[in-house]
């Protein structure tokens, strides 16, 4: 069987699924998100290792993102029928911080101890502390309306990849377009060209999910949607970059072949986990 039918039959299993967990309720979007933020942290913590001696994390990692993700969770008060912990989020940031320290201080060697530490905890602050707040583009109650702002965060990744992926690919160097690669040492196929189209297009795209045009997800003036949308892209095209620098500098290909065909959560997910949270702080902002 070839790649192309493996990703072709996996995305035909997995995006019912994700559709059923954004469809049901409070728990099953909630497990769907620690799945997510567990097993990019796990990928993050596989590659760390292979530049810097020091203890097997790829247990503790995921532990600490889900708790961190939840805490965020549960100190929003958004979810079940309103359930606020308070100054859960500061323990749980301690608790995560403590163990980490105990690891490197008990068994990394000093030569590697402090690269090795912030490396390591860079895997649950990154996607548990600032990956858990993409679990407040949920809502609480039974029905896929409540993950409309998910699913705008989402597809507006897919459009402004692909956008820039076209754009890049048969305009850069064509007629008036050149070619200007953007970050050549991280992702030599990506150039200024194709970044600019792909803001483009998720601007658009964007702003029909704040009209009557589709689904009016969030209600913002045309210059604030034109505004988040710029945001997004770029927030999109940063978090790409700061994914393929960690994959490049540890020698690794695909974080991990958690999606047969597709890579790993740190392929797949590497934009959303940098732009979502913006998206969150940014709506909050805007208030």
């Known amino acids: 069987m070839n790649n192309l039918t493996v990703r072709v039959l996996f995305a035909l299993v997995a995006i019912p699924v994700v559709l059923l967990c954004m469809w049901g309720n409070d728990y099953s979007r909630l497990a769907l998100m620690c799945f997510l933020c567990g097993g990019g942290a796990w990928e993050w913590a596989r590659m760390a290792s292979k530049m810097y001696k020091g203890p097997n994390m790829q247990v503790v990692a995921p532990v600490a993102a889900v708790l961190l993700a939840v805490a965020t969770a549960l100190q929003s008060g958004k979810f079940f029928d309103g359930l606020q912990v308070n100054g859960l989020v500061g323990v749980a940031v301690v608790l995560v911080v403590a163990i980490y320290v105990a690891f490197a201080y008990a068994k990394v060697e000093i030569a590697h101890l402090f690269p090795w530490w912030v490396l390591q905890i860079g895997a649950p602050l990154y996607l548990g502390l600032w990956g858990g707040l993409t679990m407040l583009l949920l809502g609480s109650g039974h029905g896929i309306e409540h993950s409309f702002l998910f699913l705008l965060v989402m597809t507006s990744m897919w459009i402004c990849d692909s956008a820039a992926y076209f754009v890049g690919k048969f305009l850069a160097g064509k007629g008036p377009f050149g070619r200007h690669p953007m970050a050549p040492s991280l992702s030599p196929k990506k150039t200024w060209e194709g970044a600019v189209g792909g803001t483009l297009f998720t601007i658009g795209w964007f702003y029909l999910w704040t009209t009557d045009c589709l689904i009016q997800v969030i209600d913002v ?26 994959k490049r500098w540890s020698g690794t290909k695909d974080s991990s072949q ?20 913006i998206v969150v702080l940014l709506l909050d902002f805007l208030k």
């Open 221 to 246: 003036s045309l210059a604030k949607a034109i505004a988040l949308g710029i945001v997004i892209s770029i927030a999109d095209q940063a978090g790409d970059l700061l994914m393929s620098a960690l």
């Open 258 to 277: 958690i999606f047969p065909g597709h890579g790993g959560v740190l392929d797949r997910m590497d934009s959303f986990f940098f732009a979502g949270p």
